[in-house]
């Protein structure tokens, strides 16, 4: 039989688990401590001896090591390459702001949908990662700065939606008050449209905010950059979305980057407010919702360029003055390169 993922466990079953090889069900606190601060089996010093050996016959940490490690001079930005068990790396983001600290993680390693402006698809899906392997991101990265994050983006490499089990699970782990205890309320999933997954979450009864990729506001644009469009056009990704609105209360976000000559004309602003007002209005009202543009990150592989600051301020300028609430995003960690997927490419060439 194969070892026991024990950073994957809740409380509850690390103890079953213990029972189960025969020692106390009151070490599975013990153990959970450790677990949650990142140690390795051979650290966890209050535990005797012979429970070590048998953890270490028994269970294995799926813990991510620091394989390269980046931090901005300018606003101490972390970025993290961080190796698995199985050799494979996936990155994250550590960063700061005035609410706390954030962290964006990766769900799989490399990613199955081909967004044509994205350096983490290049190369397609090589597999999931466990939830435990997603909880370690941030274990690893909280133990490496000695601080508590208390905000989770799950905007790294790969679509969270589909790997939905372990997603679901890693967002039950990192909620457990006995653990980290990150509220859903500060967590925010993003996603390029999976519209029956989206259903199913809204269903999971964990109020976290939806950001979805959006990028363009009508379905030959959109399909143009993101595959997924041909499956689950706009006609089905809205409703769903609206679903989950009237199902969770939770706002929307929308995810739109800004691609020089391809989507930020005020023509293509003015299609994504009548897109939002078809589908977030009630009685002539637009509903809660936010508009998160993103100057895309430049990619050695991809041929697209960045909008100038006019074009996005414009963009902006007009959302705002039609009552859709949009906001730039901050560009963060700019002179380590922290953009997804970037640093992987770097360490597979």
């Known amino acids: 039989m194969g070892k026991t993922d024990i950073l994957g466990l809740l409380p509850d079953e690390l103890s079953d688990f213990l029972v189960s090889i025969g020692e106390p069900k009151y070490r599975g606190a ?25 953890l270490a016959e028994h269970a294995e940490m799926r813990l991510p090591k620091v394989e390269r490690k980046l931090v901005s001079k300018l606003d101490g930005t972390v ?84 790997n939905y089990d372990n997603t679901v699970r890693f967002l039950r782990l990192v909620n457990e008050e006995k653990g980290l205890g990150i509220g859903y ?18 269903e999971e009864n964990i109020p976290i905010t939806l950001s979805v990729s959006l990028h363009a506001a009508e379905d030959e644009a959109r399909s143009a950059i993101m595959p997924i469009n041909r499956r689950y056009p706009l006609g089905e990704l809205m409703p769903a979305c609206r679903r989950y609105f009237d199902g969770s209360g939770r706002r929307i976000s929308f995810e739109y980057t800004l691609i020089r000559g391809k989507n930020d004309s005020e023509k293509n602003a003015d299609t994504l407010v009548q897109l939002l007002r078809k589908y977030f209005s009630d009685k002539g009202k637009l509903l809660p919702l936010h508009v998160n543009l993103i100057p895309v990150n430049e990619v050695k592989e991809r041929d697209f360029s960045r909008s100038d600051k006019a074009a996005v301020d414009n963009f902006a300028r007009f959302l705002n003055s039609k009552g859709v609430n949009a906001t730039v995003r901050r560009r963060l960690g700019s002179d380590i390169n922290a953009s997804c997927g970037q640093l992987r490419r770097e360490s597979q060439r």
């Not at 013990?30 to 048998?54: C, D, F, H, V």
């Not at 993003?190 to 809204?202: H, K, N, W, Y």
Request: with cysteine; net charge neutral.
């Open 30 to 54: 013990q153990l959970y401590g450790w677990l949650m601060k990142g140690r390795e089996i051979g650290e966890m010093t209050n535990l005797p001896a012979s429970l070590r050996e048998k």
């Open 79 to 162: 970025k993290y390459l961080f190796r698995l068990i199985d050799g494979e790396c996936v990155e994250s983001v550590v960063m700061r702001y005035e609410h706390g600290i954030s962290i964006c993680i990766s769900s799989e390693v490399g990613c199955p949908m081909g967004c044509v402006f994205c350096a983490s698809t290049i190369g397609g899906k090589v597999r999931n990662l466990t939830a435990s392997e997603m909880l370690g991101q941030i274990v690893a990265a909280s133990r490496d700065i000695g601080e508590r994050i208390s905000n989770v983006v799950m905007m790294g490499i790969g679509e969270p939606l589909d």
């Open 185 to 202: 309320r500060h967590i925010s999933l993003s996603t390029c449209g999976v519209v029956p997954m989206i259903d199913r979450l809204r």
